[in-house]
Nanobody
Framework: QLVESGGGLVRPGGSLTLSCTASGLDLRYYGIGWFRQAPGKEREGIFCIRGPGHTPYYVDSVKERFTFSRDNAKNTVYLHMTNLKPDDTAVYFC????????????????????WGQGIQVTVSS
């Protein structure tokens, strides 16, 4: 099970850190993805990594603003979001893929099998 937390309302230019905590699986042995779905839009993969030590991928719209990290002791991964914009408003999801999958020059949605419930991030003044 994956559970996201840390969402909420933030003003443009502000920051939030999303957490994704796993139970029943060790995130060190999975590919990780972060996705978002804005109202009226399709789900978008914004980050992926095939496993520890692999090169992370960020979609251009979040590159330089969002950063992934992990805390293995807490079995938790994070998405640190800075300089947030109204266009970042969406429901954010974390997901796992088999290690070595999920990411190849971009997010491979079909590889992700286990999903969190999603958490709302609203960027508004």
């Amino acid at each position: 099970q994956l559970v996201e937390s840390g969402g909420g309302l933030v003003r443009p230019g502000g920051s939030l850190t999303l957490s994704c905590t796993a139970s029943g699986l060790d995130l060190r042995y999975y590919g990780i993805g972060w996705f978002r779905q804005a109202p009226g839009k399709e789900r978008e993969g914004i980050f992926c990594i095939r496993g520890p030590g692999h090169t992370p991928y960020y979609v251009d719209s979040v590159k330089e603003r969002f950063t992934f990290s992990r805390d293995n002791a807490k079995n938790t991964v994070y998405l640190h979001m800075t300089n947030l914009k109204p266009d970042d408003t969406a429901v954010y999801f974390c997901a796992t893929a088999d290690v070595g999958y999920g990411c190849s020059g971009g997010v491979i949605d079909a590889d992700f099998r286990r999903w969190g419930q999603g958490i709302q991030v609203t960027v508004s003044s």
